[in-house]
């Protein structure tokens, strides 16, 4: 066990009386060990332990790796179960840990701050499962395609764009997540005018997919001579990122490409060589038999074959996602009593002279305006779930 009780002075009664009355109380501890309890059930630790068991007997099987895709979406399967185990041991462990440093400082072995530290941690660790468990969908585990346009405003909104695009590169980077840029288009002054980022890691889709949406930003702005207060728009589409094992029917007599030099920063090809591709897809809706154009442009590399096998995997995501919002309306239609999440409509404020960013969705809010734009969105990322997961489930 990781806690390590240390000996604490002996207090005084009186002491002793005020510290027990601010520590946590005996309802917090029931309250941890409950939820706790409640997660082993939830998640069927067991059941999951031996399903990874006979899952991995799987994997031993001769001639295992003779179908790699098959192989890699096995391994990816045993990996998936095994961080679930691992993660309702953590929970268990600070749990235990929490129990102990409660029942030790009776015997006044250890502080009042030894156990509200433990507590925090075991708390902490309740609430990440217990949010990580509400991501049910199939796409929710997948990585995802993050995509920033700004809006009408010219270089004001352009440069609300890349500090956008900023924050959700820091986001990616606390969180352990590997990104890579597949489309990128500098603004005329400042700024960017778009950008595609791939986000690659657990969960990516499933805890940013509640960022879709019109981001406003209201400050005084730079880039005005009068010193004004003005207000930028920017537009936030994420997508899950489809992989090789989905089914996502792409009709070659739709699909057209055209190549282009590609723009940037320094070397000798820039401009010279047409490694950009632009593809586009006519795009016909099977539910409506509505049509419209899917344009995908992409820049990511040198080599013209990786950008159009970027772009198809692109295409592929979106067809994949319009196939999800079908689920969704349909299920929305069901279930009308619950409150609906409209796509592209504005759902957060950033408000830098006032110190406050708020979600309009969740209410939502915080004043750590600079935490904010350098990736602290994980309070309404957990506020959004919290409120409307579950509703787009089939």
Request: glycine share 8%; aromatic share 8%.
């Amino acid at each position: 066990m990781r806690f390590f009780p240390t000996f604490a002075r002996r207090k005084a009664n009186n002491d002793k009386i005020r510290l027990i009355t601010t520590m946590i109380t005996i309802e917090q501890l029931k309250d941890v060990r409950e939820r706790t309890e409640a997660l082993n059930r939830y998640l069927d630790i067991e059941g999951k332990k031996i399903q990874v068991e006979e899952e991995q007997l799987r994997t031993q099987a001769p001639g295992f790796w003779d179908d790699q895709k098959a192989a890699e979406a096995q391994m990816k399967k045993v990996k998936g179960l095994q961080q679930w185990i691992s993660g309702y041991n953590e929970v268990k462990t600070l749990a235990d840990e929490l129990q102990l440093a409660f029942d030790f400082h009776k015997d006044e072995l250890v502080t009042e701050e030894e156990v509200d530290e433990a507590y925090n941690k075991a708390v902490s660790a309740v609430e990440a499962l217990e949010l990580k468990n509400m991501l049910r969908d199939e796409a929710d585990q997948m990585d995802c395609v993050l995509k920033i346009n700004s809006g009408a405003g010219g270089t004001e909104s352009q440069d609300w764009a890349s500090m956008l695009m900023r924050m959700y590169l820091r986001y990616a980077e606390t969180h352990g997540y590997k990104t890579s840029i597949a489309n990128l288009q500098e603004g005329d002054e400042a700024g960017i005018k778009t950008c595609t980022i791939e986000i690659s890691g657990p969960y990516a889709y499933g805890y940013l997919k509640g960022e879709n949406g019109v981001h406003r930003l209201v400050r005084v702005s730079p880039y005005n001579a009068q010193g004004k207060r003005m207000t930028s728009f920017a537009s936030v589409f994420v997508t899950p990122l489809v992989d090789d094992t989905i089914e996502v029917t792409i009709e070659p007599a739709r699909l057209s490409w055209d190549t282009f030099r590609s723009g940037g920063a320094g070397g000798q090809n820039v401009n010279k060589v047409e490694s950009g591709v632009r593809l586009r897809y006519q795009y016909k809706d099977p539910y409506t038999g509505e049509e419209e154009e899917i344009l995908i442009e992409n820049t990511e590399t040198r080599d013209q074959p990786k950008n159009r096998e970027n772009a198809l995997r692109l295409l592929r995501s979106m067809l994949y996602d319009k196939e999800m919002k079908h689920r969704m309306a349909e299920q929305a239609k069901i279930e009308a009593g619950k409150k609906k999440i409209e796509w592209g409509s504005q759902i957060r404020s950033y408000v830098f002279d006032d110190r406050r960013v708020k979600d309009h969705r969740t209410n939502y809010q915080t004043s750590d305006v600079n935490g904010v734009m350098d990736g602290k969105i994980d309070g309404f990322i957990k506020a959004y779930l919290m409120e409307f997961a579950g509703e787009g489930e089939a």
